[in-house]
């Protein structure tokens, strides 16, 4: 049946105006003013209607650190719609399988039958055998992947060498490919937990401080430069620190391909959370660690200024009691990642639109638009408009909410954001005109979420400079 979503306020990266929406099929038919037309209706008076947001950072159901992320394709997400979100792009670990292939097809699997909104996958590489790097190409035209993602970090598990690196940024350019880095030099931080381990300090907040900011912006420009080098479209994930910001400044300046996201938790919350008495830092564990809260500013500005463009969750769930205690007695050994794939788009309202530092056109870029058009699904996905997908959030600016573990929709027995009074709330969710959240409630369907196969595009990623 088609639906009309009557009274709200449509805000889109561009604009934001009075109208209401129909839906036919899972698509946008009209919009306009005081639409009749013989269809359910979805009163959004004093609401926005946003387009979902699209988290292009998560790992759901991944194999890390000697154990498994909590939240699988079930769980994260239902929690991705209850906060918004409808569309995921996840990460396809491909470390230990000899063909490419068999990898997403696991992926495939792990996402098939519990998936209740759309995603796609960026494929990680770690090394080239003579016959992954063939493969490579192939894969990703064949499964319509964008992306891919390279670890100059994580020594002992995930880091790759520069020079596959570089084979990663040839194979990029070749085929259009965004090739996504995380960045933080991994030789010398393994040194330096070594180092303090060696000394006998074990606690969380070594974790921040084996990993200084130094060593993400040592990495970021490397990764700038060799991306260059090969031709490659370059995204630097989750960014923290205003040495990292300051090497893509420079290099877009240059005009260099490159593009940076960012995360919720290094705009909000800052290094001191590790050094919490007894093991509590253990929940802020994750990589690059929290910065001190000087970065804060930095990050806010650049996100401003458009010199980061995106925010990705990170959602790399480990529960406190749980799996986090595997590090309880060595820093090194405690999983690495957080559970903000539910919170992503509420502390983005809250912290920046509600508390001024960014407008809501802003967000809508932020949180959605400029993803979607990053990792080519827009106009499909991305915005309110005739034809695109009814992805669709109804939000109320108004309400004022707490997050709590107690009520969030993850796998964990803890949210970094426990007891934050947050501005705004999402209400409900439509999915391809569907309602997976109606009212607040959970009302979708295991496995209904789609596969999202993508094409390359040849368009630079950086916008040309207005002038
Ligand atoms: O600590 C994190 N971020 N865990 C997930 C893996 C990664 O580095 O993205
Ligand atoms: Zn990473
Ligand atoms: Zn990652
Ligand atoms: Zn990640």
């Known amino acids: 049946m088609k639906k009309v979503i009557k009274g709200g306020k449509i805000a889109t990266a561009t604009d934001v105006y009075e109208a ?69 792009l996840d990460f396809c670990l491909s470390a230990g399988e000899s063909k490419l292939s068999d990898a997403v097809e696991k992926w495939h699997a792990k996402a098939k039958d519990k998936a209740v909104i759309d995603y796609g996958f960026h494929l990680m590489i770690t090394d080239f055998t003579p016959e992954t790097e063939a493969e490579l190409p192939v894969i990703l035209e064949k499964e319509g992947i964008t992306s891919m993602k390279v670890f100059m970090a994580y020594a002992r598990e995930f880091q790759s060498s520069d020079r596959t690196l570089f084979k990663a940024f040839k194979i990029g350019n070749a085929t259009d490919t965004v090739v996504m880095v995380h960045c933080e030099n991994g030789s010398v931080i393994d040194e330096l937990v070594e180092e303090a381990l060696a000394n006998g300090n074990t606690a969380p907040i070594y974790h921040a401080r084996t990993r200084p900011a130094v060593l993400e912006g040592e990495a970021t420009k490397r990764a700038i430069e060799l991306a260059n080098l090969a031709g ?19 290099a877009r300046e240059k005009g260099y391909d490159v593009l940076g996201e960012t995360c919720p938790p290094y705009l909000t ?14 929940k802020y564990v994750w990589s690059p660690p929290l910065r001190p809260v000087e970065h804060q500013e930095v990050l806010w500005n650049a996100l401003k200024a458009k010199q980061l463009q995106t925010i990705g969750s990170d959602q790399c769930s480990f529960s406190f009691k749980g799996k986090k205690q595997l590090g309880l007695n060595d820093f090194s050994k405690i999983p690495n990642g957080g559970p903000f794939i539910e919170d992503r788009f509420g502390i983005l309202y809250s912290e920046g639109v509600a508390k001024g530092r960014i407008t ?78 109606k009212d607040k409630t959970f009302v979708g369907t295991l496995g209904s979420g789609q596969y999202l196969k993508r094409k390359p595009s040849s368009q630079p990623l950086i916008e040309p400079a207005l002038n």
């Open 20 to 88: 209401d929406v129909l839906i036919e099929d899972g698509i946008i038919t009209k919009i306009g003013k005081n639409l009749e037309e013989d269809a359910e209706i979805i009163d959004a008076t004093g609401k926005y209607v946003m387009p979902g947001g699209i988290d292009p950072h998560t790992h759901l159901d991944m194999p890390f650190n000697n154990t498994v992320t909590d939240d699988d394709w079930e769980s994260g997400t239902i929690a991705a719609a209850f906060g918004g979100t409808t569309t995921i």
């Open 232 to 250: 490659a479209k370059l995204y630097v994930v989750h960014v923290t620190c205003k040495e990292a910001v300051d090497e893509i400044i420079k």
């Open 269 to 282: 919350l800052d290094e001191s959370m590790l050094a919490q008495p007894g093991f509590e830092g253990a």
């Open 360 to 437: 809501i056109n802003e967000f809508v870029d932020m949180i959605s638009t400029s993803a979607a058009k990053t990792f080519g699904l827009f106009p499909k996905k991305g915005t309110i408009a005739i034809g695109s997908d009814a992805d669709i959030v109804l939000f109320d600016p108004e309400v004022k909410r707490v997050i709590s573990a107690e009520t969030h929709h993850m796998n964990v027995d803890y949210n970094p954001y426990e007891g934050w009074e947050v501005a705004g709330e999402v209400q409900t969710v439509l999915v391809r005109g569907e309602y997976v959240v």
